[in-house]
């Protein structure tokens, strides 16, 4: 069975990422603007894309508007691997 991987979003506070990195060090996490992600300041219709072609579940702190935008993602016919706001 394949680990799930994660994509964190820049809106999730990095002392998060920090503490789970801390604590499962084993945790596939992949933080915005890292080598291999997108840049900062990536659209997140562009990020759940981005998600979705690394086979990555995202992490995001943004809960405002996030759920139109997934909407708009599912009504194109797209997927995620899943997505935690």
């Known amino acids: 069975m394949n680990p799930l991987r994660f994509l964190v979003d820049e809106d999730v506070n990095m002392d998060l990422v920090t503490h789970l990195r801390t604590i499962e060090p084993a945790m596939d996490l992949l933080v915005i603007n890292e ?20 086979r990555r ?3 995001s702190g943004d809960r405002r508007t996030m759920r139109d935008h997934l909407n708009n993602h599912f009504n194109a016919g797209r997927h995620t691997w899943g997505v935690i706001c």
């Open 35 to 54: 080598p291999g992600a997108p840049p900062k300041g990536t659209l997140d219709p562009d990020v759940l894309l981005a998600a979705e072609a690394l």
């Open 57 to 59: 579940a995202l992490i």
